[in-house]
């Protein structure tokens, strides 16, 4: 099993570019989530999803659209990149939201100049 | 509101010692715990979990104590290695049945 597959790995936009980071996995788990990751701020909720067709909004989710089709996809798109966007993302499953570890990505390092 | 903070930014440990990491939570009511490890440049990577039925619970090398009286969770490891140097994360579940993290506390350790 690959587990959690993010990607890129690295991407910079120009402010106002819009584009999506892509999530993927093949443990047929049915909560994903997205994080973003921020020095001293430790990793924060952008959107989640508790099952294909469903999603919800987390901590901090203006600026960021999701969409779950499927049950292995969790897209993140950023609609207009802004500076303050600049973060490491991190997208995230688990078999049971809230109850069983959940499983990360490698990261995407996203600058927004 | 729920939040979960740690009581140390930094631990550094000589290579064969045990290490302590301590995080304190807010949220009485939070039934489920655990403890992520992230190495740079990595993704958090799952050590241990504890419910709140619990307050011990033991894997390899790592120990999770849990005190609900005072809501304070520690993780303990055994004989450090260098290969445990990174930033360690606590997180309790959250109302979405996301997880709510703290800040990390950064574990650097001594050969």
């Known amino acids: 099993n690959a587990g959690v597959t993010q990607t890129p790995k690295f991407q910079v936009l120009k402010t106002g570019q819009s584009m999506t980071l892509q999530c993927a996995q093949d443990m047929n788990h049915e909560y994903m989530s997205w994080y973003r990751q921020d020095p001293g701020m430790g990793l924060r909720l952008i959107h989640y999803s508790v099952g294909a067709g469903i999603t919800d909004q987390g901590e901090v989710p203006n600026g960021y659209n999701v969409s779950r089709s499927t049950t292995e996809d969790f897209p993140l798109r950023l609609l207009s990149a802004a500076p303050s966007q600049t973060s490491v993302y991190f997208c995230?499953?688990?078999?049971?939201?809230?109850?069983?570890?959940?499983?990360f990505g490698q990261g995407t390092r996203l600058t927004v100049v | 509101g729920e939040s979960v903070g740690l009581h140390l930014p930094t631990l550094s440990v000589q290579e064969g010692d045990n290490s302590i990491i301590n995080c304190a939570y807010s949220?009485?009511?939070?039934?489920?715990f655990i403890w992520y490890k992230q190495e740079s440049g990595k993704g958090p990577q799952f050590i241990i979990d504890?419910?709140?039925?619990?307050d011990k619970r033991q894997g390899q090398r790592v120990t999770v104590l849990l005190n609900k009286t005072v809501k304070h969770l520690s993780l303990q490891i055994a004989a450090t290695q260098p290969g445990d140097s990174a930033v360690y994360f606590c997180?309790?579940?959250?109302?979405?049945?996301?997880?709510?993290f703290g800040k990390g506390t950064k574990l650097s350790v001594k050969p």
């Open positions: 995230a499953s688990s078999y049971e939201a809230g109850r069983t570890e959940a499983f």
């Open positions: 997180a309790e579940r959250g109302s979405q049945g996301n997880l709510i």
């Open positions: 504890i419910r709140s039925n619990m």
């Open positions: 949220n009485s009511a939070s039934d489920y």
